[in-house]
């Protein structure tokens, strides 16, 4: 449909290729940076918000909510996803702008149960709305490691919730990318002096009581 209609005008051309939404040139395609930024802070996010349900009893159960976690790490399910379902590294973004639609208007937070079904159904949304082309709903299902009753379902949810709002207008793509670039900086700001840590005790296996106050103030 390409209803968001995207190009290097409307949006910031420097955060463009630093997403990986563009690529810069000719060469080897490489996995877009927006999949490894995104998988990041959906990891964070549930580690947050299973830690405050542990503590505060939080029980969301929603049609999302599988009975077990899935052992696939976020980062490889998207990546799968970006694989197989051949959509444009955009609709990564977009998709992220839903679920954060989505998770606003049910009151729903993410975890580890809800997460990789909340982002299969969020591309294929994302990809029927935004991109020229796209699969049907049997063969992200296929992808998703669901079944195609399961996706159709949580489909029509997600789109209700939603109440089919699903226009993403240039200056809140843009706004959203800046949102991720942020947070992403603010992760490898994080990780470095951890990572420092785990170099210096590599080096040794005595405790480098150093690395303390870095990660403290960190």
């Known amino acids: 449909m ?5 190009t290097t005008e409307s949006v910031d051309i420097d955060i463009y290729f ?3 939404l563009k690529r810069s040139g000719k060469g080897v395609v490489r996995s877009p940076k927006i999949l490894s930024i995104v998988s990041t802070l959906l990891e964070r996010s549930v580690q947050k ?8 009893q939080i029980k969301d159960i929603t049609i999302f909510h599988g009975l077990r976690a899935p052992t696939i790490t976020i980062q490889q ?3 799968r996803i970006f694989k197989y379902a051949a959509c ?16 606003r208007q049910a009151d ?10 909340l982002l299969i159904t969020s591309v294929m949304v994302a990809a029927k709305f935004n991109d020229d082309a796209y699969f049907n709903n049997a063969y992200y299902a296929r992808v998703g490691g669901v079944t195609t009753a399961e996706l159709n379902r949580m489909e029509v949810k997600f ?18 990318c800046f949102q991720l670039q942020k947070e992403a900086a603010e992760v490898h ?17 005595k405790g480098d009581s150093a690395c303390v106050p870095t990660i403290a103030q960190s």
């Open 2 to 6: 390409g209803t968001l209609a995207l």
């Open 18 to 20: 630093t997403l990986g």
């Open 49 to 56: 918000n299973e830690m405050l349900s542990e503590t505060m």
């Open 77 to 79: 399910y998207i990546d």
């Open 88 to 103: 444009s590294p955009s609709c990564f973004v977009v998709a992220q702008i839903y679920v954060d639609r989505y998770l």
């Open 108 to 117: 729903v937070h993410l975890t580890s149960l809800n997460v990789h079904r």
């Open 159 to 176: 789109l209700f919730s939603l109440d089919f709002r699903l226009q993403v207008n240039v200056q809140t793509f843009q706004s959203f």
């Open 189 to 205: 700001q994080i990780e470095r002096p951890i990572q420092a840590c785990k170099v210096k005790e590599n080096w040794s296996n």
